[in-house]
């Protein structure tokens, strides 16, 4: 799961009035090289909850991305490419994500976060 | 500038609508402002053709775009410049000849390479009598070298007869002849490039690869895009999407199909890494019942894609055990030492509510003009009523290709385009109809059983030969599966 990913999920479990960002518990962390595209960074950028980005990558070992942003920046290779590895490069194959509200676990395993509700929770 | 549009034979309502599409990707419509609704081609037929002839005609901006769709497209022959026509070789002359030579003598100048191919539709023609229709073009100024391989220039001489319909074509067909300039025409490598029967991971419903190019171009797919299928199975439409460089997304309720294929080398991944295309940016196992977006995401996808569970042949299921969305029971509650193992149970998904579902979904998460792309089953003994297709005030409809599946089952591939804006009221409306899905779990799911049978396997369905029923077929033979 790439943060991407991360950054779009929620635990929907009902009653649960804010289930985002989910906290990651982070078991087994790669990396692996994407071709950037500009374009696609500067799309996901307008859509991304930058705070809850900045905390998920901190989760997954990665603390180059600034606390505060705005659109300008992205003019910057550096930042670009920075957005770029934090969003599409970095991958959580083993953990969790971590219901805020009820502690819930949603287990990823081999990189795919299982988002299932239980009976009791839809 | 209007060109001559040599279809392939097969899948004919896919053909117009994938030209379309591919206008619109590159920017065919992009002078005419017409607000939301969704601009169309002209295309006029040749003389005494109908509408299911593998000739059309069709107007286009410039021979750049018309090159790039014929390029993409999985289901043009061939764009050609027309340089003449006729019903007969000396009618073809006299075409030819007034044919401006501004137009034509860029193309036959001396240090230039061409060739010119002969094609038949409808007769078998031996290589002298090629040799001998060539050699009587001699009325044209060729100042170039022949080459066969890689030319500068292709020329093609097309001959199509009335020949009864016998073979799979339109009955009505009359002798007609054309000569042009080859302009473009799809790569048909793809497909056995990407057929299934290579596929390292396969599941019963996966897509096969010539439909999935159609979805992808359907849903304009290209670099930059995110392309998302809620129901991904084993990944086969997203590959298409994939091919096209748009990056993708997918979630399937199988945990087994989505995440464990048949081991490391063998799942969803593989099927990607197989063809050297980028991985899917995501995969998760969610239910599209309750989709696990956080409530202030939307318009984030570029196109949703899919083929969604109808009927039994990959049965969809939704979160919730069946007699616990009848209100019957008490949840079960899952022990804490047995829930990160628990596999949830599932209640069948009926036809309309995964329909609504998906709708909703799209109108949420697609980004304005966004296309939703997706297969619906129907019944082809409903001649007498009008096919009523799902909608929804965010979408138009602008393309439906039917596909004949058996002499009763059909689906058909819908296109849709977002022109509206995902409003409270709407989303207030399609919370209240989940929920009253969920009361009347049941009742739909014996609605839905109409169509229970549509994506049951396609071979167990096909009639025996002299099946008295198949001969009553309303539909024309040549039609969609049967090309
Ligand atoms: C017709 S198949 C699509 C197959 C896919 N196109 C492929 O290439 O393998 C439908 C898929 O939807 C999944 N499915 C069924 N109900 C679902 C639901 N409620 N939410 C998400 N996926 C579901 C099934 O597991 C199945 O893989």
């Known amino acids: ?122 | 500038m209007w060109f001559l549009c040599v279809f392939y034979h097969r899948l004919l309502d896919y053909r117009k609508p994938e030209v379309e599409s591919l206008a619109h990707l590159f920017g065919a419509f992009q002078d005419q402002q017409n607000g939301d609704v969704p601009s169309q081609l002209q295309w006029k037929l040749p003389l005494h053709h109908h509408s299911d002839s593998p000739f059309h005609f069709v107007n286009l901006p410039s021979e750049q775009v018309a090159r790039s769709i014929a390029n993409r497209s999985i289901l043009v022959k061939g764009m050609y410049e027309l340089w003449g026509e006729g019903s007969s070789y000396e009618e073809l002359k006299d075409s030819v000849l007034s044919y401006p030579d501004e137009r034509k003598l860029p193309y036959l100048e001396a240090g230039s390479t061409f060739k010119i191919t002969v094609d038949s539709f409808g007769k078998v023609m031996s290589l002298d009598e090629q040799k001998e229709l060539i050699q009587g073009l001699s009325y044209i100024p060729f100042k170039g070298q022949v080459k066969l391989k890689n030319p500068d220039h292709n020329f093609w001489l097309i001959e199509i007869d009335n020949y009864g319909g016998n073979n799979g074509l339109p009955p009505i067909i009359q002798r007609r002849i054309f000569f042009g300039r080859e302009v473009g025409g799809a790569d048909r490598k793809l497909i056995p490039t990407y057929q299934l029967k290579s596929r390292t991971y396969l599941g019963p419903t996966a897509m096969d690869a010539e439909m999935a190019f159609l979805m992808a171009n359907q849903a304009l797919a290209a670099s930059g895009k995110l392309v998302y299928d809620p129901f991904t199975g084993t990944g086969s439409i997203l590959v298409g999407a994939a091919h096209f460089g748009a990056m993708t997304m997918g979630a399937d309720i199988d945990i087994r199909v989505v995440r464990d294929g048949r081991g490391p080398n063998c799942n969803v991944w593989s099927n990607f890494k197989q063809y050297g295309l980028p991985m899917p940016v995501g995969l998760l196992r969610a239910d599209n019942n309750r989709p696990p977006w956080r409530s202030g995401l939307k318009e984030i996808f570029d196109a949703i894609i899919c083929d969604p569970p109808y009927g039994v042949r990959a049965g969809g299921r939704k979160s919730g055990g069946r007699k616990l969305l009848k209100g019957a029971v008490e949840p079960y509650v899952v022990p804490d030492d047995k829930r990160t193992d628990h596999i949830p149970s599932t209640a069948p998904y009926s036809l309309v509510e995964c329909v609504h579902d998906l709708l909703d979904l799209a109108a949420k998460m697609l980004v304005m003009q966004g296309r939703l792309v997706f297969f619906y089953p129907v019944l082809r003994d409903d001649d007498c009523a009008e096919t009523h297709f799902p909608d929804h005030p965010c979408f138009k409809l602008i393309s439906s290709s039917e596909q004949i599946l058996s002499s009763r089952y059909s689906r058909v591939l819908l296109t849709m385009v977002k022109v509206g804006a995902y409003t409270e009221e709407i989303a207030l409306a399609a919370r209240l109809k989940h929920l009253e899905f969920r009361e009347n779990h049941v009742k739909w799911l014996q609605d839905g059983n109409l169509h229970s049978a549509v994506f049951s396997p396609i071979d167990s369905q096909l009639p025996e030969a002299g099946d008295s029923k198949f001969i009553k077929d309303p539909k024309p033979k040549y039609r969609g599966k049967y090309v």
Do not use: Q
């Not at chain 1, 009035?17 to 990651?24: D, H, S, V």
């Not at chain 1, 969790?96 to 239980?118: D, Q, S, W, Y």
């Open chain 1, 1 to 122: 799961m790439r943060l991407l990913t991360h950054n779009m999920l929620s635990s929907n479990i009902k009653g649960v009035e804010k289930g985002f960002p989910l906290r990651i518990e982070a078991e087994k962390v790669v990396e692996k090289p994407v071709e950037m595209n500009a374009d696609f960074l500067k799309k996901m950028f307008e859509k991304v909850e930058w705070k809850a980005f900045v905390e998920a990558s901190r989760s997954m070992g990665y603390s180059n991305l600034p606390e505060e942003v705005d659109p300008a920046m992205l003019e910057s290779d550096e930042f670009l490419s920075r957005f770029h590895h934090a969003l599409l490069e970095l991958h959580l194959e083993e953990g969790a994500l971590v219901c805020p509200e009820t502690g819930r676990r949603f287990p990823v395993n081999k990189g795919i976060p299982n988002m299932l509700l239980h009976e009791d929770e839809v």
